[in-house]
């Protein structure tokens, strides 16, 4: 078992930055996030792959967030700038074992453990 605690979430400035943070008790062969706002499914953002660093972002994210890892506290952070209020949102983080097939891991239906979530609130 696998779990994942988040922090960091808040209201921001459009404009503004977060950095969200997500601690894992276990392992994994990869951790992500995804986010869902009012009104809409859950929607992959970024994803980073313990075993050689690869990392993946949503178009809508890419240039503005980044993924990171601190692979001697098993944490995975989301520096996200240039927030726009369409970024408002609960932020899940997620983790998963290896799976195969393209690329399953922005599917938020193939995610093997997930965090609480933490709201992220952009204002214009």
């Known amino acids: 078992q696998v779990q994942l605690v988040e922090s960091g979430g808040g209201l921001v400035q459009a404009g503004g930055s977060l950095r969200l943070s997500c601690a894992a008790s276990?392992?994994?062969?990869?951790m992500g996030w995804f986010r869902q706002a009012p009104g809409k499914e859950r929607e992959f953002v970024a994803a980073k792959i313990w075993s050689g660093g690869s990392t993946y972002y949503a178009d809508a994210v890419k240039g503005r967030y980044t993924i990171s890892r601190d692979n001697a506290k098993n944490t995975v952070y989301l520096q996200m700038n240039s927030l726009k209020p369409e970024d408002t949102a609960v932020y899940y983080c997620?983790?998963?074992?290896?799976?195969?097939?393209?690329?399953?891991?922005?599917?938020?239906?193939?995610?093997?453990?997930w965090g609480k979530g933490t709201l992220v609130t952009v204002s214009s």
């Open positions: 276990g392992s994994s062969y990869m």
């Open positions: 997620a983790a998963a074992y290896l799976r195969y097939g393209g690329t399953w891991y922005t599917d938020p239906g193939r995610m093997d453990y």
